[in-house]
């Protein structure tokens, strides 16, 4: 998505939460029109519909719920992918989670949401080919090869101490908080590096489920009005989280907090 059209995306937003959330008139003007024509575009309307739907304010209000409808289903069609995508991929099957994408493809017709589903198409081919050969990719997402390479030695799946793959793993070892002193002393055989990957994996997922977690217990308590026991959320996260990544989000959502007004 360009720049342009994420510009157009937030303004039908905007537009589609006051006239269809807060109740304001739609009114044609041509900034409107520009506008409604944009957003159509982004999500597959014809130019003849476009400009049908734009000869009158009724018309134009129901083009408007229909970009918003199709932008909502793409939204809600993307997370369930991704939901099954990741628990058919962890199981290591591979050919079911490539037809989940693929019949979501089919289906969809925002340009946004096909661009996802195809970047999601190549991940899934790149892990794969990293679980079938044991062998690390140079441009692809270290913490994906970890799983795959994870998930190959998991599956009883042979794993060769190449020298490419030590590095790797040397490189990517501190971004799950493991020391230079226990990688080299885990790579020195096959099953110290299988454990390895597997602490890996743990930390990896562990530190995810916590901060996803405690981020969901943050929002319920601001929306109660809670700022304090939202901060508490996030310190109880840093209090036992090591890796440096789940640190930082944490960190950043507590500085955010922090910027807010306190309740008079």
């Not at 970047?119 to 794969?128: G, K, M, N, S, V």
């Not at 304090?228 to 960190?251: K, N, S």
Request: a negative charge; aromatic letters at 4%.
């Amino acid at each position: 998505m360009t720049d342009e059209e994420r510009l157009v995306w937030r303004r039908f937003e905007q537009l589609e939460q006051r006239v269809l959330a807060q109740g304001e008139a739609l009114e044609l003007s041509d900034e409107t029109r520009a506008l409604l024509s944009g957003g159509a575009r982004l999500v597959t309307i014809s130019t003849g519909d476009i400009e049908d739907a734009l000869r009158g304010v009724s018309t134009a209000t129901t083009l408007l719920r229909e970009i918003g409808r199709r932008i909502r289903d793409g939204s809600l069609r993307l997370g369930k992918v991704d939901s099954q995508v990741d628990a058919l991929r962890d199981k290591g099957d591979f050919a079911d989670a490539r037809k989940v994408i693929e019949d979501a493809l089919a289906a969809e017709v925002v340009s946004h949401y096909r661009e996802q589903l195809e970047i999601r198409l190549d991940y899934l081919a790149t892990f794969e080919t990293i679980f079938l050969t044991g062998q690390v990719e140079q441009d692809f997402h270290p913490w994906g090869q970890i799983r795959a390479l994870a998930l190959r030695v998991q599956q009883g799946q042979s794993l060769e101490l190449r020298d490419d793959l030590r590095d790797f793993l040397r490189r990517t070892a501190p971004t799950v908080a493991i020391s230079e002193t226990e990688t080299e002393e885990s790579l020195r055989t096959v099953g110290g590096t299988e454990a390895l990957l597997a602490m890996m994996l743990k930390r990896m997922d562990d530190g995810k489920q916590r901060l996803s977690q405690a981020l969901h217990r943050m929002i319920r308590c601001q929306e109660a009005g809670d700022l304090e026991g939202a901060r508490h959320q996030l310190r109880a996260v840093l209090a036992v989280e090591i890796v440096p990544q789940y640190r930082r989000m944490a960190e950043e959502n507590l500085r955010s907090l922090d910027e807010l007004p306190s309740a008079s």
